[in-house]
């Protein structure tokens, strides 16, 4: 049985750590205190997926006002990051923590959530589209750095 809950002070260490497999080029104390920081926030959640007692994923869903690429609401419920232990992917956690998610965009007015992931990362893509997802566009990004 998988339970939902929300990220508290006492699950911070836990979430860093699943964050940090997620996003390993960071610093863990660094993603610690960024989720410490989003308990504070009314335009951000984050859950927690639990497996008989064992955190195992997690979701940061936040509220976004600026324009969502194939939106046509404000605000959006955005999808930041989504994480499930290998060992317990294709269980429908994704789908538990997404949901949850959901409720959660609804509950503040949104009609609509939308998330992104990288051109080259078709696992995500795949998962994205196999709960819901309609692809709304496609980018490629530039920047042009000044002479320092």
Not at 99 to 117: H, M, R, V, Y
């Amino acid at each position: 049985m998988v339970i939902i809950e929300a990220v508290n002070n006492t699950s911070l260490d836990k979430v860093a750590d699943l964050a940090l497999k997620l996003w390993p080029d960071n610093d863990w104390s660094n993603l610690k205190d960024e989720f410490e920081e989003l308990l504070q926030s009314n335009n951000d959640t984050v859950y927690l997926a639990v497996v008989e007692g064992e955190y195992v994923g997690f979701i940061h869903m936040s509220l976004r006002y600026d324009y969502v690429e194939g939106s046509n609401s404000s605000p959006v419920g955005y999808v930041e990051g989504i994480y499930v232990e290998e060992e317990h992917r294709n269980k429908g956690i994704s789908k538990q923590l997404v949901a949850a998610g959901e409720e959660w965009s609804k509950s503040l007015g949104c009609k609509e959530i939308a998330s992104d992931t990288q051109l080259e990362n078709h696992a995500s893509q795949e998962f994205h589209r196999k709960i819901g997802f309609k692809e709304a566009g496609r980018i490629v990004a530039f920047i042009k750095r000044f002479d320092e």
